[in-house]
């Protein structure tokens, strides 16, 4: 099983970032998506899922209007769209697939900075 992140990087305040995950291993349709985030000295925190069929998603407060979640099945990718970046979105960033019967697998994150 992998999860692979990709797309982090230092942006500017107001700029945007694309991140995406690239799955294998397991019947990525099977399982729910979601992007979580860890800052230093804070705890991870859930930023955005996306069901495993009908495509239903939830965000954090703090996102909303700002991200936006998806997923391609054919190609076993999530993607989480991030525009209008704010410092407090500095964060490693970590992928996860789960299962609504306890099946959980993480990435190893990417790295976002958002600074002047």
């Known amino acids: 099983v992998q999860l692979v992140e990709s797309g982090g990087g230092l942006v500017q305040p107001g700029g945007s970032l694309r991140l995406s995950c690239a799955a294998s291993?397991?019947?990525?349709?099977?399982?729910?998506m979601s992007w979580y985030r860890q800052a230093p000295g804070k705890e991870r925190e859930l930023v955005a899922t996306i069901s495993n069929t009908d495509d239903n998603t939830h965000y954090a407060d703090s996102v909303k209007g700002r991200f936006t979640i998806s997923r391609d099945n054919a190609k076993n990718t999530v993607s989480l769209q991030m525009n209008s970046l704010k410092p407090e979105d500095t964060a490693r960033y970590y992928c996860?697939?789960?299962?609504?019967?306890?099946?959980?697998?993480w990435g190893q994150g990417t790295q976002v900075t958002v600074s002047p």
């Open positions: 291993g397991f019947t990525f349709s099977w399982y729910h």
């Open positions: 996860n697939a789960r299962t609504t019967w306890g099946i959980s697998y």
